[in-house]
């Protein structure tokens, strides 16, 4: 009888003693997705009697406001569905699901609410579905990585008023479809772009000529004719990896961004000879094998630092480091 007491007086004055920064209704959302979750160990210091601002891992309370601007989930072992729950986190700045062990079900559509977003990496699960529409709308995202789950379907061409993106990373999914022409109209900053390992097919749309990318890697899709037009003099282009594709164009007369420091394009049809100017540029990487190219290898520049492998297989490639032309 005593110590029930004691217990009820212990549990009655308990809130009252304890003074937190954490904002009760962003709590009370965090121990939902803790429950939505099996309570699992990843997420063990998550704990009701402690200050989610000053003791959880994996969150960020902002200084002022207190409110959760973080959620960051990351190398372990996690299973189920992302829940709805994380819509209800209006203050979110930065949401990240990465390397979880058993992490499925489609991209969370609450995910739409949360406005503030400015980094969403959902990536390294066993996410399915398509690649939402609404992610259009959150429009203060720099940085929106995908990267490495089973989505599938085609590319949504809205996601090119995303105006602020750094980078967009969609590689490693199961995409089919086109990239959308809209691509070639992002306005303000030119993401990095990564659609590698997918199934896209098609033309690379023209568009996508009129910007000038910093970062492009499209390689492992079924992309098919002129890729020529990535390329330019005015452009501050450094990498473009469109290896393995099927690709077919004539790079003869194809002008080289002088900023190019790393090209891949092993594993096309690409036909033509390689132009003198290669040898103008800075290259660190270079990879024309597997293609149709015919004639000598410029000589200078890096292009002898180069191996046999990133000139081989092609139709009539000659010249140092392959065999002397005849
Ligand atoms: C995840 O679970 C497996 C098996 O239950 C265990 O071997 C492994 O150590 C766990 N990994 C982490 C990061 O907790
Ligand atoms: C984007 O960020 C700006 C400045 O940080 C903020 O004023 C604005 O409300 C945000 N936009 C949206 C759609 O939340
Ligand atoms: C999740 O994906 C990884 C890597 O693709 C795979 O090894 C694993 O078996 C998948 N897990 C489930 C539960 O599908
Ligand atoms: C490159 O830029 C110069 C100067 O801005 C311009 O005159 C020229 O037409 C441009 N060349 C190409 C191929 O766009
Ligand atoms: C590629 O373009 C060059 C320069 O215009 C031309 O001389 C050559 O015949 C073309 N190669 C093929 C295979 O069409
Ligand atoms: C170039 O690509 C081919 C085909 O993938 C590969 O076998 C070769 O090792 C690569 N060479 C270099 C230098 O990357």
Not at 120 to 129: A, C, D, E, V
């Amino acid at each position: 009888m005593k110590t029930l007491f004691l217990s009820i007086l212990i549990f009655t004055l308990l809130p009252l003693s304890f003074s937190e920064l954490c904002n009760p209704s962003d709590k009370k959302v965090l121990l939902q997705i803790k429950q939505d979750f099996g309570n699992p160990y990843l997420l063990a210091s998550w704990k009701s009697d402690t200050d989610c601002c000053t003791d959880w891992y994996q969150v960020e309370c902002d200084s002022t406001t207190n409110r959760i601007i973080s959620l960051t989930i990351f190398s372990g072992n996690l299973s189920g569905q992302i829940p709805a729950a994380v819509g209800d986190l209006p203050y979110l700045k930065t949401l990240e699901f990465h390397k979880l062990t058993d992490v499925t079900g489609p991209i969370q559509p609450a995910i739409a609410k949360l406005t503030q977003l400015t980094f969403l990496r959902l990536s390294w699960l066993n996410l399915t579905g398509s690649v939402p529409d609404f992610l259009s709308k959150l429009k203060n995202l720099t940085f929106l990585d995908l990267s490495f789950n089973s989505l599938s379907g085609s590319i949504p061409s809205s996601l090119s008023l995303l105006q602020n993106l750094d980078a967009l990373h969609l590689d490693r999914n199961k995409l089919t479809g086109p990239i959308p022409e809209s691509f070639g109209t992002f306005k303000g900053k030119v993401p990095w772009l990564y659609l590698a390992h997918n199934q896209l097919s098609g033309k690379i749309p023209a568009s996508l000529g009129n910007l000038d990318f910093e970062h492009i890697e499209l390689f492992r899709n079924k992309l098919e004719g002129d890729a020529s037009f990535l390329f330019g003099k005015n452009k501050t282009t450094q990498y473009i990896d469109l290896s393995r594709n099927l690709l077919e164009f004539n790079l003869s007369n194809v002008v080289f961004p002088t900023s190019l420091t790393y090209l891949d394009i092993n594993h096309n049809k690409i036909f033509g000879s390689l132009p003198a100017e290669l040898t103008q540029l800075n290259l660190q990487f270079l990879n024309v094998s597997y293609n149709r190219l015919c004639g000598q290898i410029p000589v200078g520049g890096k292009l002898q630092s180069f191996d046999y492998s990133t000139y081989f297989h092609n139709k009539c490639l000659c010249g140092a480091p392959l065999e002397s032309c005849k």
